[in-house]
């Protein structure tokens, strides 16, 4: 049953209120300025209680965001021009007396029902959650279990590569093919744990002091082969000048190696993927720029989401790297952001601490 407060001033209409709702709501009176504390679906207060508890009603409904709290005003119409200030801050509707039955029934079955959809809502979302926060769980511990079998595999097809002489090119190759999907399923198992660890607040960082131009050509040199493969100009622009950064340098390794992989894989033949980096106060602003197909305004939002993969780039990717990247940078105390125009290119921004 719903439960409905009355804060009225005037007893004979808090009587008369109470004695209508009895039955359909448990009606609860408030004898004092501290009732709001308690819980309640709807509240009924007159103008001389609005006027004196418009901040604490505000206060109550801005705590119970995102919920729907609501508060009806019972008033004469010559009050409402006196309590204008205060109205629609602090109330969700308003009803004019002398009341009429029909009407005052009608309002609370209004109000009453967008709290109890927002009451619903709030119970999906946390069932949403759970769900998610489950199905986590069980990434993590399928991914933690593959790793062994999956160690072997690999750990196999290495040692028959390198010990049995006289393979005939098809058998080379197909145990080469092992050796490839298996990599691949271990960054794949990699990245799984990856976010398990973000989501449990453990990813783990040890910084030190790292010199930022090492970590640009670094970057830049890992890549250059795949890039003139594919007939993408890759320049690194290093500035000596640059103070070091407090970072862990096989995961700062990651985050840029990632962002210069997808810059290469999104710009076409004759393009270019620039990778800079510029002081920005107490930080240092790395950037990865390119020009390529860029990205479409509806899906920025969702660049940095888990699981989450533009259309273009749909390629059996488990749409993790850039998640986890911003995580990275996060755990550094940083923030990573994008900015994109589709046909002419996007630029991959993070910051990391002057050390």
Wanted: glycine content about 8%; proline content about 4%; hydrophobic content about 45%.
């Amino acid at each position: 049953m719903t439960r409905v407060l009355l804060l009225l001033d005037r007893k004979e209409n808090q009587q008369l209120l109470a004695d209508e709702l009895a039955g359909r709501h448990e009606v609860v009176v408030g004898d004092s300025d501290d009732a709001l504390d308690q819980d309640f679906d709807l509240c009924v207060l007159d103008g001389r209680s609005l006027d004196r508890l418009w901040e604490q009603v505000r206060q109550r409904k801005e705590r119970e965001r995102p919920l729907v709290l609501p508060v009806l005003l019972v008033t004469s119409r010559p009050d409402v021009k006196m309590i204008t200030r205060h109205v629609w801050r602090s109330i969700d509707e308003l009803i004019i007396t002398p009341i009429e039955k029909p009407e005052l029934r009608a309002r609370i079955e209004v109000l009453l029902r967008a709290r109890s959809l927002s009451l619903a809502l709030r119970q999906r979302a946390d069932e949403a959650e759970q769900a998610a926060h489950t199905r986590d769980e069980v990434l993590a511990m399928v991914a933690h279990d593959l790793r062994n079998p999956l160690n072997v595999v690999l750990s196999s097809g290495s040692f028959l590569l390198d010990t049995i002489a006289g393979l005939e090119p098809q058998e080379e190759m197909q145990l080469k093919l092992i050796q490839r999907a298996a990599g691949q399923m271990n960054r794949l198992i990699q990245d799984l744990l990856e976010v398990a660890g973000m989501e449990a607040g453990s990813i783990s960082v040890e910084p030190h002091e790292e010199q930022v131009d090492d970590m640009l050509r670094s970057a830049c040199h890992a890549l250059e082969q795949v890039a003139s493969a594919r007939g993408v100009e890759l320049s690194c622009e290093p500035d000596a000048s640059l103070p070091a950064v407090r970072a862990d340098r096989g995961r700062m390794d990651q985050v840029l190696g990632n962002l210069v992989a997808n810059a290469v894989k999104f710009t076409p033949e004759g393009g270019r993927v620039r990778v800079s980096a510029g002081l920005d106060g107490e930080w240092v602003r790395f950037s990865v720029a390119d020009t390529g197909v860029g990205i479409d305004p509806a899906d920025l939002p969702h660049v940095f989401d888990r699981f989450w993969q533009a259309q273009r780039a749909r390629d059996g990717g488990a749409g993790l790297g850039l998640a986890i990247a911003q995580g990275i940078v996060a755990a550094h105390g940083g923030e990573m952001w994008v900015e994109s125009e589709p046909g002419k290119g996007s630029a991959f921004f993070f910051t990391l601490p002057v050390a």
